[in-house]
């Protein structure tokens, strides 16, 4: 049984940080790249942050380029967001998602998210 598990969400004051954690099992974590979204309020979920299955390389969306940084830890099938220089229009529910194709077929897991709250 797959789960994709977050944690680390809550409210921060403009200009605050927080980090993000995605605790994963059920599948071969090592072997498939890695994501977070975010869905604000009354907006389309938007993918955030990508990282391959080593880590060598990530992307991001232009508005949290210099501010977010993905990362894992494949010993404790772990994937991380640490967002820095928070502001307000970063507020969603943040979610940790995989997808991969294997025998023919696409699959796609999602976490039940982690609400984030920048507010002063």
């Known amino acids: 049984q797959v789960q994709l598990t977050e944690s680390g969400g809550g409210l921060v004051q403009p200009g605050g940080s927080l980090r993000l954690s995605c605790a994963v099992s059920g599948f071969l974590f090592s072997s498939h790249a890695m994501n977070w979204y975010r869905q604000a309020p009354g907006k389309e979920r938007e993918l955030v942050a990508t990282i391959t299955t080593g880590g060598g390389s990530t992307n991001y969306v232009d508005s949290v380029k210099g501010r977010f940084t993905i990362s894992r830890d494949n010993a404790k099938n772990t994937v991380y967001l640490q967002m820095n220089d928070l502001k307000p229009e970063d507020t969603a529910v943040y979610y940790c998602?995989?997808?991969?194709?294997?025998?023919?077929?696409?699959?796609?897991?999602w976490g039940q998210g982690t609400q984030v709250t920048v507010s002063s």
């Open positions: 998602n995989v997808r991969y194709r294997f025998m023919g077929r696409e699959f796609e897991y």
